[in-house]
């Protein structure tokens, strides 16, 4: 069951995707929603409260599809890597289409230093690192070889999406996210 707080976190993170924040004032974002400024200051103490939240927030379903789509990869059995990592892009797209826009929007704010970004620009990396070598160890990635292909993993699907989100070019941007599996892979 959901809290009224995450409810209205909810609608403030989807009217932010589809707007951005640029610099949007708390009763700006308030009256968005359907609610008082009041109310956001109640739940979130702040504007940067608020959007600290939502930075957390926007992290949050990232990591989330990372785990979705690799909850089958058990470390027991056979994995097919390629599969697992295409699943994973096409997931990653999807949620790029509705978060993308935002959560680059936040990077560079975090990239900047504003306070509210200060949770993501800890996490943007560092955050996936671990979560990602492991991953890629479990595909066969050498031991030797795991952190540094992590990093570049990150590196390369957030470039990636970043294209497809300026030139809506997926079909182009799909034949790259395949070559880089494929230079990812020849580490295996």
């Not at 200060?118 to 890629?136: A, F, I, K, N, S």
């Amino acid at each position: 069951m959901t809290t009224a707080r995450e409810r209205l976190l909810a609608k403030v993170v989807d009217h932010l995707a589809a707007n951005g924040v640029a610099d949007a004032s708390l009763r700006e974002i308030a009256a968005a929603v359907g609610t008082s400024h009041r109310m956001l200051l109640h739940h979130f103490g702040s504007r940067e409260g608020l959007l600290a939240e939502v930075v957390r927030a926007v992290e949050a379903s990232q990591r989330a599809a990372l785990a979705e789509v690799f909850a089958g990869a058990d470390a027991g059995g056979p994995v097919d890597a390629r599969q697992l990592s295409a699943r994973y892009w096409d997931t990653l797209v999807e949620v790029a289409q509705r978060f993308g826009v935002l959560f680059f929007e936040l990077s560079a704010h975090a990239a900047v230093g504003r306070a509210y970004a200060t949770t993501l620009r800890e996490d943007l990396v560092d955050g996936w690192l671990p979560g990602v070598t492991e991953l890629l160890g479990r595909l066969g990635v050498k031991p030797d070889d795991a952190p540094a292909a992590a990093r570049l993993a990150v590196a390369a699907s957030r470039g990636l999406l970043l294209d497809v989100l300026v030139t809506g070019d997926r079909q182009a941007v799909d034949e790259a996210a395949r070559l880089f599996d494929r230079l990812l892979f020849s580490l295996t």
